[in-house]
């Protein structure tokens, strides 16, 4: 299962049937749980935990020190939940001391080649990335949120959950839930209608999110204002509940 020409440092904790290929490199401190598949070229640095069924294809390089110039080698790390796919040339690097020091990967997420994930960012569960997007630091990005390829986004953006990010957008404030922006500079173009239906939203979930777009999008009102009336929107299911708080908490702004 591990190929002769990998080299693992004696201190990595790797289960029993985990695959390394050619010319791998697993680093100190890197624990690897049972059902991952490391390709050829990959280099794992640590302190860095990878859950089960994880997939590296050729070239990634996970868990290396984070691009930041106040780095000065503290014991930050990288932790990456279960079932995700990282494709050829994938970056992902740990965190910081000046954030919480961890940058963390949920489960089942696809992220396709070129992608880059910077220091101390949240990602959540069943999100693409599509290639060649990238998130600087301290970013976090909701659950089945969606990047186009080439799209970039500023440190300290949020990307709500649901959300769709067209190919090439340049985001730099926080995108809010269930809605599609696109653009340089990324703009609001309607709500993520498809996305919502594949995951079970149904017709009257549907249309109550698309009234919270337009009093948030379409009435010229300030965000304060806006958030009164999709409070009063909000249903028994708590359906518009996310978007309230993520809408509340934001600090760089939401895209306009």
């Not at 010229?220 to 518009?240: P, S, W």
């Amino acid at each position: 299962m591990i190929h002769p020409t990998a080299i693992i440092e004696k201190n990595a904790e790797i289960a029993d049937d985990v695959s390394i290929g050619p010319y791998s490199v697993i680093g100190a401190d890197v624990k690897i749980a049972s059902g991952c598949k490391i390709g050829p070229h990959v280099v794992i640095e640590g302190p860095t935990e990878i859950g089960e069924n994880n997939t590296f294809y050729q070239f990634a390089s996970i868990g290396a020190a984070p691009q930041d110039k106040k780095y000065a080698g503290e014991p930050t790390t990288l932790v990456i939940g279960k079932g995700n796919t990282f494709r050829e040339n994938v970056t992902l690097n740990r965190g910081t001391a000046q954030d919480r020091g961890e940058t963390r990967i949920g489960d089942d997420n696809w992220v396709m080649a070129g992608v880059h994930i910077a220091h101390d960012c949240e990602v959540g569960n069943h999100c693409i990335f599509a290639n060649a997007s990238a998130l600087a630091g301290h970013v976090v990005v909701g659950d089945w949120a969606i990047l186009g390829g080439y799209t970039l986004v500023h440190q300290f953006c949020h990307i709500g959950a649901h959300s769709f990010c067209g190919m090439g957008s340049v985001i730099n404030q926080d995108v809010p839930n269930f809605i599609t922006v696109s653009g340089n500079l990324a703009g609001p173009r309607g709500v993520n209608m498809e996305g919502l239906k594949r995951r079970g939203f149904d017709k009257e979930q549907i249309q109550l999110i698309k009234k919270a777009y337009r009093a948030l999008y379409r009435t010229g009102r300030r965000l304060e204002e806006a958030l009164v009336e999709i409070e009063c929107l909000n249903d028994e299911q708590g359906t518009l509940s996310d978007l309230i708080d993520f809408l509340k908490n934001s600090q760089r702004g939401i895209v306009r």
